[in-house]
């Protein structure tokens, strides 16, 4: 059996993830009057996204052992935490930023580096105030509220 492991499932998906982002990033503004547009930086990170995914599939395809089998315990905790990242981004909307990072930040430390819960929710409330004093109070940037207002 043909060696498929994460680093090449993972690269794969990742150039597929990578050309929509670039394909909607061209949908949008690259540069406006006041400087770069809302399509700059996806462009940017898709085209980034793509070199480097392409990168880790051809270092995996080149190293890859005859007879060697999937490490499916990796590519699952992979797209466990794929599937926890975009459960926050669909949290943002009705949860707001800070929230849905907090549980984000509770669940990896939590759950996927098996943390104790104490050390799991103050990693999660300071990253969260972390995020409010940078982008909020020092950058003045607003950040998707919830129904708390934060």
């Given at each position: 059996?043909?060696?498929?492991?994460?680093?090449?499932?993972?690269?794969?998906?990742?150039?597929a993830l990578g050309v929509f982002v670039i394909t909607e990033a061209r949908g949008w503004n690259y540069m406006s009057e006041e400087g770069p547009g809302p399509g700059f930086f996806p462009l940017w990170y898709g085209i980034a996204m793509v070199v480097l995914s392409l990168v880790l599939v051809l270092r995996s395809a080149t190293k890859a052992a005859?007879?060697?089998?999937?490490?499916?315990?990796?590519?699952?905790?992979?797209?466990?935490?794929?599937?926890?990242?975009?459960?926050?981004?669909?949290?943002?909307?009705?949860?707001?930023?800070?929230?849905?990072?907090?549980?984000?930040?509770?669940?990896?430390?939590?759950?996927?580096?098996?943390?104790?819960?104490?050390?799991a929710?103050?990693?999660?409330?300071?990253n969260a105030i972390g995020f409010y004093l940078v982008f909020v109070l020092a950058l003045g940037l607003s950040l998707p509220a919830g129904p708390l207002g934060f």
């Amino acid at each position: 059996m043909k060696r498929l492991n994460g680093d090449l499932v993972s690269g794969a998906v990742l150039v597929a993830l990578g050309v929509f982002v670039i394909t909607e990033a061209r949908g949008w503004n690259y540069m406006s009057e006041e400087g770069p547009g809302p399509g700059f930086f996806p462009l940017w990170y898709g085209i980034a996204m793509v070199v480097l995914s392409l990168v880790l599939v051809l270092r995996s395809a080149t190293k890859a052992a005859p007879g060697a089998r999937t490490d499916w315990g990796a590519i699952g905790r992979a797209l466990l935490a794929w599937a926890a990242f975009a459960g926050c981004v669909a949290l943002m909307q009705p949860l707001g930023f800070l929230i849905s990072l907090a549980l984000l930040t509770l669940f990896v430390v939590a759950v996927m580096y098996g943390r104790p819960l104490k050390i799991a929710v103050a990693a999660a409330v300071g990253n969260a105030i972390g995020f409010y004093l940078v982008f909020v109070l020092a950058l003045g940037l607003s950040l998707p509220a919830g129904p708390l207002g934060f």
